[in-house]
């Protein structure tokens, strides 16, 4: 089982940048794939971006491409989303979550493990 907490939300102008954390508990953190997904209110939880158990494949989503980077530490069992030119509507609550399926899935149902999310507000 992988506990998840995230950190490095909070508030900043358009333009500006923020880098959240997500740290994992349990010594198999390198066995899952780890993913970003946000929620905004009234709106679903969608795709932000991918990374795989070695670091080797990340994937985003279209409306992030070339603003995020995802990146992993395996021996810290920590995984990053590094966020720039940041939008307001990127506003939204970030999650990260981990899946052992150890493939690409940019939907919510292939992941098994979710952290409590970190809320992000960007103004204009």
């Known amino acids: 089982q992988v506990q998840l907490v995230e950190s490095g939300g909070g508030l900043v102008q358009a333009g500006g940048s923020l880098r959240l954390s997500c740290a994992a508990s349990?010594?198999?953190?390198?066995?899952?794939?780890m993913g970003w997904f946000r929620q905004a209110p009234g709106k679903e939880r969608e795709f932000v971006a991918f990374?795989?158990?070695?670091?080797?494949?990340?994937y985003y989503a279209d409306s992030v491409k070339g603003r995020f980077t995802i990146s992993r530490d395996n021996a810290k069992n920590t995984v990053s989303l590094q966020m720039n030119s940041l939008k307001p509507e990127d506003t939204a609550v970030y999650y990260c979550?981990?899946?052992?399926?150890?493939?690409?899935?940019?939907?919510?149902?292939?992941?098994?493990?979710w952290g409590q999310g970190t809320q992000v507000t960007v103004s204009s």
């Open positions: 990374i795989s158990w070695s670091g080797g494949r990340t």
């Open positions: 979550a981990a899946g052992s399926k150890l493939y690409y899935s940019g939907s919510p149902s292939g992941y098994d493990y």
């Open positions: 349990g010594r198999t953190f390198s066995s899952y794939v």
